[in-house]
């Protein structure tokens, strides 16, 4: 059974510091491993989309890096805002299944 | 605008009422599903539809029960609620041709309290 972690399970860092998530998984025979946004009282906003045979993928300040042999994600953005103070999940597709794993997810806040 | 729309968005009830959480989406999708979200656990799928009058169990459908009569609705029923159901819950949906490669489109969630 895949298990998802994500840590830590809070972060806190002050504004136009880059900011640094890991995911990882235990299972790597996975299809494509996907990153959300949810924001309070809001539903999940998906925000990187990375196939098993990427190494990478890129969206504005938003890099978000594969390594599927050791099983882990990370999810980068550059030079944080207030606004991007939300709780970021990661989610792990298997090969031959439609279900999503999710982790637990980080709570990031960005200080003014 | 393309949603997922969950009503109610709060909902406060006692053991063993029967309640219903509506979803509905207007993208045409196939693919319909139910998570709840607990704290430390990540979102875990309750039962999902493939399409209509197509519907299978997740990893945790104890106590939960779904119905697919049209593609654009999927609610989900407590027949009796217990407080371990109280958590929040999101509906999701996605077109089935593109499953594997497109992003899930959440609704904004329904926060569920069994007292």
């Known amino acids: 059974k895949q298990e998802v972690t994500q840590i830590p399970a809070a972060l806190s860092v002050p504004e136009g510091e880059n900011l640094v998530l890991n995911c990882s998984f235990t299972?790597?025979?996975?299809?494509?491993l996907q990153w959300f946004r949810q924001d309070p009282g809001k539903g999940l906003t998906s925000l990187l989309l990375i196939q098993s045979s990427q190494r990478e993928q890129t969206s504005g300040r938003l890099n978000a890096s594969l390594d599927k042999s050791s099983g882990r994600s990370t999810l980068y953005i550059a030079a944080s805002q207030p606004g991007d103070s939300a709780t970021y999940l990661c989610?792990?597709?298997?090969?031959?299944?439609?279900?999503?794993?999710f982790g637990a997810g980080t709570t990031v806040t960005v200080r003014a | 605008e393309a949603q997922v729309t969950q009503n109610p968005r709060y909902l406060i009830t006692v053991t063993g009422k029967k309640l219903t959480v509506t979803c509905s989406q207007n993208?045409?999708?196939?693919?319909m599903s139910w998570y709840r979200q607990d704290p430390g656990l990540g979102l875990r799928q309750i039962y999902y539809s493939m399409n209509v009058e197509v519907t299978d169990k997740g990893d945790v459908p104890e106590g939960y029960k779904v119905s697919r009569k049209e593609k654009r609705n999927f609610p989900l029923i407590l027949e009796s609620p217990s407080p371990n159901q109280t958590s929040l819950y999101f509906c999701?949906?996605?077109?089935?041709?593109?499953?594997?490669?497109?992003?899930?489109?959440f609704g904004n969630g329904t926060r569920l309290t069994v007292t």
């Open positions: 993208m045409n999708h196939e693919y």
């Open positions: 299972d790597s025979a996975i299809y494509n």
């Open positions: 989610a792990v597709r298997p090969r031959g299944d439609y279900k999503l794993s």
């Open positions: 999701a949906s996605s077109p089935i041709d593109s499953i594997l490669d497109s992003p899930l489109h």
